[in-house]
Each structure stands twice: as structure tokens, then as C-alpha cells.
């Protein structure tokens, strides 16, 4: 690695993230409330802190900052400073190490121990005490990408929506008894692209793929103390990562190479998103990233004691997207895969959360403009689960009011592979004209299950 400087440039508070210009890298990210970010870098492994550097500039909110001939392959993370004030929704702690929310890849494994989270686990005051411990050792870090990949001559299939059969799937779960693959890659994306898979998919009729979560996600601490794992993945650490599990190899382009594949085959590729909620959990859970960032930001806070969170997932906490920031977020992410990994379209895990104001779902909510106005997701197929636990939680039929569309619940049977709401049916004409909007309901699946052994 060069001789790192003294200082950082001011940089530029556009665009969020990491990003290297071919004579640098300028570093941004959110906090509404910090009273300094400091960005941290560290050797190749990871294991070693090079510098620590105070980004120089606050601008609308975005702090910022430049460092001068800085590679791709540059691992870092940030530490964020301001009130430790749970009973005001703020828990700034400088002692941990957060990964940064628009990381392009990632370094290490997050290794469970008390000092992951920011207040001490075993004190009387629980989150209102402070916990001084580094978590730097057990935290994954950042690292800065220039990927670039060819889809100049990528064909998206376009399929209309009246002519869909969407066949949900696990990347691992797909092809790890597949012995048709090759055993390295079974289980893996790369399987994803492999003839004998795309052969069975066309077979069956299946005109898009949709992949349950492939989000980086984590293993939860309760889960590993008992020898267990998360197998579904809807517990997520990073929205802009592919989880690193699902690899043959290291190189993220082993995804991108699938998907193309798929696409000259006729065959969309749908992503299970996860925007509600991330993996901190409640006001007990780990310090990781957005809530060492800005807790009262990125989180829905109990109105009147914003000490909590509020729970309208089940998980713990919500993504809070009355912020516009936390929407860029979203939109961001969703835009990086549709031009980075070639996706065709993204199913909502509980779109009802993304909708949700103080006062109840809106389904004018600003998240919703949004996708409607994008140049890139309006092109989209856009797939939402209308329900949360919250209150009002049940909301079929009030995404959109649709005119001449007769909405049923289809009955095939155990050929539906759709796994909650069913699907909104209408004329073929109605169902192509709404359906780059964000649907009613949840896409019927329909097709067969793979023989014994492939699945």
C-alpha cells in the first residue's frame, strides 16, 4: 500500500459509499446527528488499523472526505461520535466499529462477543449503560470495489406480465443435490448459470427465477450458541453485498455471469428484498452499522420514548423510510443491482413496512413515488407482501387502485410455490399495463417441484 497522507481532502458528499475515481477513493456516508465520523483503514486482512482519519466535511447531512491515490481492495470501516442518549433514541459509541452501509464487498466475519454491542449486556441498566470495549477485531470491514462488467450485450428477456410463471427458489437449496453440477459448484451462483439448471427450468415452463434473499446476511448469536444457522437469510447486515456463502468462487462477477446466462435463456432473475428491517434487532441488539450511524435516523422510535424501537416486523426494529435519506438508501440499493448485477425485478418482503408513516400505511408513501418515477425501477417487475404485524397491518388490494382488473385467489393446487399472498389476476391487456407498478399482491409462482435429489 502507498504512503498514506496526514489528512483526507474534503471529497464530495455525492456519491454515498466508497468510491474510487482512478486517482482516489472519496469516502460518504449519512449521520444526521454525529458529531464527527472518522474513517478507518486497515491492511489487507483486515486485522490491522493503518490510520484513522476524521472525514473533514458535513454536507446536507452527508460526511465526507477524499483519500489521494487510494486502490480498490482498500479495507476500512467508520467509527461514529455524538451523545450516548438511549432515552433520546441517539447511541453513538465510538468504541465500535461499524461497516459501512453502501459497501460494494466485504472483509471477515462477524464473530459474536459482548463488545459487538453498545452498551454493556450483562449491567442492571441493560441498554442504558455504556460499553467502552472495541469491537474491531469481530467486525467485518469494508472494501472498495471498481468492478466493472460487459452487459453491452445483454438481452433482459421482458417478459409480459400476463405471460409470467415466476418459480421461487433458494441459491442453495436449488442445486446442492443437483448432480447433474459439479459438486464444487452445487448449492452456489455459479450453478445458477449451469445448462443442466436453465435445461430444468425451461422444462418446467419457468419464465423468471426468483431468489430468496441473497443480501450479506448474518447468523444470529442465539442460533450459533445452540449449533444452529439461518437458512433463509432474511436478516440483513448489508443491501449492497451478495452473501458470500453462495460464492464458488471470489469473485462477485460469478453472479453476474449466471444471471446473463439466464437472461440469453429467456429466464428473468427476481430478487426476495429485505428493506423493513436490518439484523441490530431491538434497542438490545448489536452495534453493527446503521445504528452506530445514526440510530434516531434510520430506525421508527417509539414517539414518545424514543429509547425503543418500534416492532412493526417481528424482528425488532424498522427501517424508518419517512427519512429521505433512508429512502436514497433503498433506492440506491435496488438501482445497484438492476445495473451492476443485471436483476429484472425485486419482491418486497413486507412492502406494507415500506409504506408506513406515523400515522398508518400510505400507499402514496414517498418509497412508493419513488419506484413509480425511476427511469430504472419503473422498468422493473415490482412484486409486494401487502402485510406486516403492525397496526393496520393487512392491506390487500390498497397499493394501488386498479381499474378493470378483476382481482381472484388462482387455485393450483400444490403447484403454487408462492409462499403467502397469492396472486391478483386480471385480463391480459390489464395485467401488462399495471404491471410495472407495484403489484396488489404477490405474483402467483406456478410450475412443479424438482425431482428427489435436485432441489
Not at 408506513?356 to 422493473?380: I, S, W
Request: net charge positive; glycine share 10%; with cysteine.
Amino acid at each position: 500500500m502507498h504512503l498514506l497522507p496526514d489528512t483526507l481532502d474534503a471529497g464530495s458528499a455525492y456519491p454515498l459509499g466508497a468510491t474510487f475515481d482512478g486517482l482516489g477513493v472519496n469516502f460518504a456516508v449519512y449521520s444526521a446527528n454525529a458529531e464527527k465520523i472518522e474513517l478507518c483503514v486497515y491492511d489487507e486482512t483486515g486485522r490491522r488499523e493503518l490510520k484513522r482519519y476524521a472525514l473533514p466535511e458535513w454536507t446536507d447531512e452527508v460526511w465526507h472526505g477524499y483519500l489521494p491515490d487510494a486502490q480498490p481492495g482498500l479495507v476500512y470501516g467508520y467509527r461514529a461520535h455524538g451523545r450516548y442518549a438511549p432515552e433520546e433514541g441517539h447511541r453513538f459509541n465510538p468504541n465500535k466499529l461499524l461497516l459501512d452501509p453502501y459497501a460494494k464487498q466485504m472483509i471477515g466475519e462477524l464473530r459474536w462477543t459482548d463488545a459487538m454491542y453498545g452498551y454493556q449486556v450483562k449491567s442492571p441498566r441493560a441498554d442504558l449503560s455504556f460499553d467502552k470495549r472495541d469491537s474491531a477485531l469481530t467486525m467485518p470491514k469494508g472494501v472498495v470495489t471498481d468492478s466493472h462488467f460487459d452487459w453491452s450485450r445483454d438481452v433482459r428477456p421482458n417478459t409480459p406480465w400476463s405471460e409470467t410463471v415466476i418459480y421461487e427458489a433458494h441459491v442453495k437449496g436449488l442445486t446442492k443435490l443437483f448432480d447433474e453440477v459439479q459438486p464444487s459448484e452445487r448449492g452456489t451462483f455459479a450453478a445458477l448459470g449451469n445448462p443442466k439448471v436453465i435445461d430444468h427450468l425451461k422444462r418446467l415452463g419457468v419464465t423468471a427465477i426468483e431468489l430468496l434473499p441473497i443480501h450479506t446476511y448474518i447468523q444470529d448469536r442465539f442460533l450459533q450458541e445452540k449449533g444452529l444457522r439461518n437458512y433463509w437469510g432474511y436478516n440483513t447486515l448489508n443491501f449492497f453485498t451478495p452473501e458470500r456463502s453462495f460464492f464458488a468462487t471470489d469473485s462477485h462477477n460469478e453472479l453476474r455471469r449466471s444471471i446473463r446466462r439466464l437472461h440469453a435463456a429467456g429466464i428473468e432473475v427476481i430478487l426476495d428484498v429485505v428493506y423493513n428491517h436490518t439484523c441490530e434487532g431491538s434497542e438490545q441488539g448489536p452495534t453493527l452499522s446503521w445504528r452506530g450511524l445514526d440510530n434516531a435516523s434510520y430506525y421508527r422510535l417509539v414517539k414518545d420514548d424514543p429509547r425503543f424501537s418500534i416492532n412493526d416486523t417481528g424482528t425488532g426494529n424498522t427501517l424508518n423510510l419517512t427519512k429521505a435519506r433512508v429512502i436514497q438508501m433503498v433506492a440506491d440499493s435496488l438501482r445497484y443491482w438492476a445495473t451492476s448485477f443485471g436483476i429484472d425485478g425485486f419482491r418486497f418482503d413486507l412492502g406494507l413496512t415500506l409504506g408506513r408513516t406515523d400515522t398508518g400505511f400510505d400507499p402514496g408513501a414517498g418509497f412508493f413515488d419513488v419506484l413509480r418515477q425511476d427511469p430504472v425501477l419503473g422498468k422493473l417487475k415490482l412484486i409486494t407482501e401487502p402485510w406486516d404485524i403492525g397496526p393496520g397491518g393487512y392491506q390487500l388490494g390498497n397499493f394501488l387502485r386498479l381499474r378493470g382488473v378483476e382481482r381472484q385467489i388462482p387455485r393450483y393446487g400444490a403447484q403454487i410455490l408462492a409462499r403467502r399472498s397469492r396472486a391478483a389476476r386480471g385480463s391480459r391487456r390489464a395485467a401488462d399495463r399495471v404491471g410495472r407498478s407495484v403489484r396488489p399482491s404477490r405474483a402467483a409462482a406456478m410450475g412443479e417441484r424438482q425431482p428427489a435429489g435436485r432441489a
